[in-house]
Nanobody, 120 residues
Framework: QVQVVESGGGLVQAGGSLRLSCVAS????????MGWYRQAPGKQRELIAA???????NYADSVKGRFSISRDNAKNTAYLQMTGLKPEETAVYYC??????????????WGQGTQVTVSS
């Protein structure tokens, strides 16, 4: 059993910044990748940033240059620094962890999400 918990969401004005955090815990052998997704009302969940344990990153075109993902592999933690936020980026932001448990079963765990609201 692996749990993923996000934190750091909130209300911010357009152009502002927020930093989200995500921690994976439980019977973890290795986390291979952690990613941030978001889902706005009435829209599909989309990947916005991901990072492997080897520090390879992937960003959605819409956030390149404004968002930055980082990880602390020793703590199974990921961060998403968001700058230049726009009202249309109001959404629930989710973290996902992919890896292996101590018995080598696959981890594909989602957090409950954290609300980010950007006011105009």
């Amino acid at each position: 059993q692996v749990q993923v918990v996000e934190s750091g969401g909130g209300l911010v004005q357009a152009g502002g910044s927020l930093r989200l955090s995500c921690v994976a815990s439980g019977r973890i052998f290795r986390i291979n990748a952690m990613g941030w997704y978001r889902q706005a009302p009435g829209k599909q969940r989309e990947l916005i940033a991901a990072m492997t344990s080897g520090d390879s990153t992937n960003y959605a075109d819409s956030v390149k240059g404004r968002f930055s993902i980082s990880r602390d592999n020793a703590k199974n933690t990921a961060y998403l620094q968001m700058t230049g936020l726009k009202p249309e980026e109001t959404a629930v932001y989710y973290c996902r962890a992919d890896g292996l448990t101590v018995i080598r079963s696959t981890i594909q765990s989602w957090g409950q999400g954290t609300q980010v609201t950007v006011s105009s």
